[in-house]
């Protein structure tokens, strides 16, 4: 399985960028997939989260009225549209499969992760 993140990059505090996730070597559709961020000097965690049929999604409270998760499986792509960015949402994001169909925030359960992409919000 191939995770491939791009559309990070440097953007202004309020302003807005959309990430995407392409897939391959893997039934796309069949698995959830979550999108999660690490900060320089802290630890990985869940950003936002979308059942295989997009039908559930899930946000951190951090990211909530902000941050959307979306998929179009037709594509085998996974996107987080992430509009009023703050400084503190600075960070690599990543994006990884679960191992089963639904939704959740819970790192345990995704098995496949992307490189990474770096976003980064200025004030």
């Known amino acids: 399985v191939q995770l491939q993140a791009c559309g990070g990059g440097l953007v202004q505090a309020g302003g807005s960028l959309r990430l995407s996730c392409a897939a391959s070597?893997?039934?796309?559709?069949?698995?959830?997939m979550g999108w999660f961020r690490q900060a320089p000097g802290k630890e990985r965690e869940s950003v936002a989260a979308?059942?295989?049929?997009?039908?559930?999604?899930y946000y951190a409270d951090s990211v909530k009225g902000r941050f959307t998760i979306s998929r179009d499986n037709a594509k085998n792509t996974v996107y987080l549209q992430m509009n009023s960015l703050k400084p503190e949402d600075t960070a690599v994001y990543y994006c990884?499969?679960?191992?089963?169909?639904?939704?959740?925030?819970?790192?345990?359960?995704?098995?496949?992760w992307g490189q990474g992409t770096l976003v980064t919000v200025s004030s």
């Open positions: 979308i059942s295989w049929s997009g039908s559930s999604t």
């Open positions: 990884a499969t679960n191992r089963y169909g639904g939704a959740n925030l819970d790192k345990s359960t995704y098995d496949y």
């Open positions: 070597g893997r039934s796309f559709s069949y698995y959830g």
